[in-house]
């Protein structure tokens, strides 16, 4: 089957996860993941060349893709930053924290920066109440954070691409 | 401060436990799924999952061996378990705690789940903002196989698994069951109006249990040391430990597990550490977002799911969310409403709709422009919308409103009377997309 834009990759990866399910619509979700995953986001031939891996519509898949939050159906910055401002952040300070991220990087809630490189988007919550103010960045969690702690996290990924303030292995409250 | 035996978190806390199948199988990892395999049959399994009164620890505490009960024994197959990882209820975190430092168990839990129910596909339905959690339980999952956990002929007694990680997508709403269902097979994630119930149409609309993380996390201790140890554990009808989330104005948020019954008391000013700062306790909310509001007055109810009850709440997920005297309850409503509004998956008219008409009066309320009849407007409104809906996301959204009415009716007032919110000056920063 000829893509559109997928490369021969994405499409291999797609259909390796046929043999997970009885029927091929259920690799919708997983699929959409491996397509933003390389391309950053769900472009439409990206979309219609999933349908056809799938034997259904475009209409379908488009359905799921602007039903789920976290698929991105335009371009992201390299760093998508997506705070918390749900009861238990809000309780310790997100809303500050929000304001502070906007001014930092001179962008509202849902736009990206100049340079391409930070994405901003306020979410619900991602079930680190209790330890936020909190934010995801790609696939890091950053927790328990402050001003001081936001800019070291931005400068870190800036000049490295990552940074150590992001959580390991979450336990709260650390014990032993 | 009381301390209690640690049935799921206890491993964790072993110095130098990395929840590696080694270290699992070091603290007698899969020696229930031993036990089950060679010589228990699925009416043991479940007789006695019933017995130890083990119930569900996503929300709805329904008993977990009744459940397993309700699939056909006589049903040709395929039959699927459904293990909901999709932890999205305000203020819970326990399950992301026990996938990122202690897969194994929940597998093991699921493989004795399916064993019971005769199913031979599994799926964890992990929240997709869980990449760690996700990769976790890739990484545990083909461990088990090497091992000889999952897959074909496992131990040697012919029954088949397989288990797979399907990922969400940001949707608060497939973590209600049969939304989850309709995620999995590629589809918005919409509640299904039921009967027909997933016992008997579930996925692929085949018999189908689903059950939370920590619910399966407990699967395996019943079978190693009992029903009737687990039974002996909690409080009446509420057996067993629970693990509460606990977050906002405490001096020590987390995850602390008890056995079901001790008092908010216990949970916010001994385990929690108390209040931050001193400051006076106003509200909790006893068992996530959905649960209604308590007060002060309640600090001596009993965290057990018939306890709640009585006192008008619920326990909901176990996450406990404590706010202090400086904390505006108009906004606390409001700010929950932005995520139920923003959560609804649209299929119900009076959910939809109506989140979106509570929001704006609260908003309203909020900034300063309320109108006094616009209480009665909020208590007949959640009144259209309670219990009118496919799925129990209705009565969720309308219960911050009722219950903060109810509780703290002066603060609406104060709002409306002084034309401004009285704790904070400042308008809450609008929801941007």
Not at chain 2, 2 to 22: A, D, F, H, R
Not at chain 2, 261 to 277: D, L, P, V
Not at chain 2, 410 to 422: F, L, Q, T
Request: glycine share 10%; proline share 5%.
């Amino acid at each position: 089957m000829k893509m559109r834009t997928l490369s021969d990759q994405t499409k291999t990866n797609i259909e390796a996860e046929f043999v997970k399910y009885p029927d091929k619509r259920s690799v919708l979700l997983p699929a959409l993941w491996i397509v933003q995953e390389e391309m950053g986001y769900l472009s439409e031939p990206a979309m219609m060349d999933v349908a056809d891996l799938l034997d259904i519509t475009p209409v379908q898949v488009y359905d799921v893709a602007t039903f789920y939050y976290m698929y991105n159906l335009k371009p992201v910055g390299k760093f998508h930053i997506q705070v918390c401002k749900t009861l238990s952040c809000g309780l310790v300070g997100a809303n500050a924290l929000i304001a502070y991220i906007q001014k930092r990087l001179e962008i509202h809630a849902g736009e990206t920066t100049s340079d391409g490189l930070f994405s901003l988007k306020l979410v619900e919550c991602l079930a680190a109440c209790g330890s936020g103010p909190m934010m995801q960045i790609n696939e890091d969690y950053y927790e328990h954070l402050t001003n001081q702690k936001v800019d070291q996290i931005l400068d870190d990924l800036k000049r490295l691409g990552r940074s150590p303030l992001a959580t390991g292995r979450f336990r709260l409250p650390m014990v032993g | 401060m009381p301390v209690y035996e640690k049935i799921l978190l206890k491993n964790m806390e072993l110095s130098g436990y990395t929840g590696s199948l080694t270290d699992y199988a070091n603290t007698g990892g899969y020696s229930a799924l031993e036990k089950v395999l060679k010589g228990m049959s699925p009416a043991d399994v479940i007789e006695t999952v019933k017995k130890s009164g083990l119930r569900g620890r996503g929300g709805a505490g329904f008993p977990t061996g009744v459940k397993w009960g309700f699939i056909p024994k006589d049903h040709p197959g395929p039959k699927y378990l459904c293990c909901n990882a999709d932890e999205s209820e305000p203020g819970t975190f326990k399950d992301r705690q026990l996938i990122e430092n202690d897969p194994h168990p929940i597998l093991e839990g699921i493989a004795i789940a399916c064993f019971a129910i005769g199913a031979q596909t599994a799926y964890i339905y992990i929240r997709g903002e869980f990449f760690t959690g996700a990769k976790v339980l890739n990484q545990a999952i083909a461990d088990a196989y090497r091992a000889g956990f999952l897959g074909k002929d496992i131990l040697g007694s012919g029954f088949n698994l397989d288990i797979y990680v399907h990922r969400g997508a940001g949707a608060y709403i497939c973590g209600e069951e049969t939304a989850l269902l309709e995620s999995i097979e590629g589809k918005r994630g919409k509640p299904r109006s039921k009967p027909p119930f997933p016992a008997t149409h579930g996925l692929y609309q085949k018999p189908t249990v689903v059950n939370n993380v920590e619910t399966l996390s407990n699967v395996p201790h019943i079978i190693n040391r009992g029903p009737e140890w687990f039974a002996a554990i909690g409080n009446g009808k509420s057996t067993g430990t629970r693990i509460f989330s606990v977050s906002g104005h405490v001096n020590n948020p987390g995850n602390y597990e008890v056995p079901l019954g001790i008092t908010f008391r216990e949970m916010i000013f001994e385990h929690a550490g108390g209040m931050q700062g001193d400051k006076k306790l106003k509200a909790i909310i006893p068992g996530g977002a959905s649960a209604s509001f308590f007060t002060p007055d309640h600090l001596d109810v009993r965290m057990d799911f018939e306890s709640v009850a009585a006192a008008g709440s619920m326990l909901g997920s176990g996450a406990v969310t404590v706010m202090n005297e400086d904390t505006c309850m108009v906004w606390a409503a409001m700010n929950l409403l932005e995520f139920f509004h923003h959560e609804s998956c649209g299929k119900c008219t009076p959910c939809r709709e109506g989140s979106a008409w509570l929001l704006q009066i609260l908003k309203r309320i909020e900034a300063g422009d309320g109108r006094l009849d616009d209480l009665k407007a909020l208590e007949s409104l959640s009144h259209k919308i309670e219990g009118m809906t496919v799925c129990a996301f209705g009565d969720a959204e309308v219960a911050p409103i009722l219950s903060t009415l109810k509780h703290f009716r002066a603060e609406y007032e104060a709002h409306i009377e002084e034309r401004r919110c009285p704790f904070r000056p400042n308008a809450v920063l609008a929801m941007a997309h």
